[in-house]
């Protein structure tokens, strides 16, 4: 089966080493220019970002991969060095698999999230949890399927505020929106469990 290809171990090292080691330099130069205060006292507040990434998954035995692009908006409270808050985001995806005879297409993503994490200087560490919602196509035989899930996303990241009000991040999102039954094109069904990861980087602005 011709599967859509996807990035091999070497780009996804790669792919990581950009988007998390590639966070430190502009820390550190942010961490000279405005002091440690910006990663204690700018975190509070309301704030909105644009994201980009790319992601591996699968979908029943099918691997699939592609990129991701969107928005999001948030709020965080701050207590001491402890940043909590909640997130929503949407994007849009190209990630899938196609072949001759079926394809799979995750047509766009967006999740409502809880974030918690600690600040060491102008950096935020966080773990995240929540609910994840998307759309999916499956056509095999010339018959296509949608479905839309109701799942949840596990994920973690690093972000560095690099200017006053103006911060970089770059996380891992796991997404699993379960289950769903697809037509096999020959009267009957198929079953496939859909599963993502989505490594991302965003540009954040805090109001």
């Known amino acids: 089966m011709k599967e859509y290809k996807v990035m091999s171990r070497k780009n996804r090292f790669a792919v990581i080493s950009f988007v998390f080691l590639g966070i430190a330099p502009v820390t550190a130069y942010s961490a000279d220019l405005f002091g440690d205060s910006v990663g204690v006292t ?122 006053p009000n103006v911060s970089l991040r770059g996380e891992l999102l796991h997404y699993d929106l379960g289950s769903s039954s697809y037509s096999d094109g020959a009267g009957g069904n198929v079953s496939l469990n859909t599963t993502s990861n989505v490594i991302r980087t965003g540009l954040n602005y805090k109001f």
Do not use: C
């Open 42 to 163: 700018y975190w509070q507040g309301p704030y909105a970002g644009v994201h980009l990434g790319g992601g591996l998954g699968s979908a029943g035995s099918l691997t699939t991969g592609g990129t991701v692009v969107g928005a999001h908006g948030g709020y965080n409270f701050r207590a001491g060095k402890f940043v909590s808050g909640g997130e929503i985001d949407f994007s849009s995806s190209e990630i899938k698999n196609s072949s001759s005879s079926e394809s799979f297409n995750q047509t766009w993503l967006t999740s409502f999230r809880a974030r918690g994490g600690y600040t060491f200087g102008n950096m935020l560490t966080y773990g995240t949890l929540g609910f994840a919602y998307g759309p999916t196509e499956y056509v095999k035989s010339g018959t296509k399927t949608e479905s839309s899930k109701l799942g949840w996303i596990l994920g973690g990241g690093i972000e560095a505020m690099i200017a």
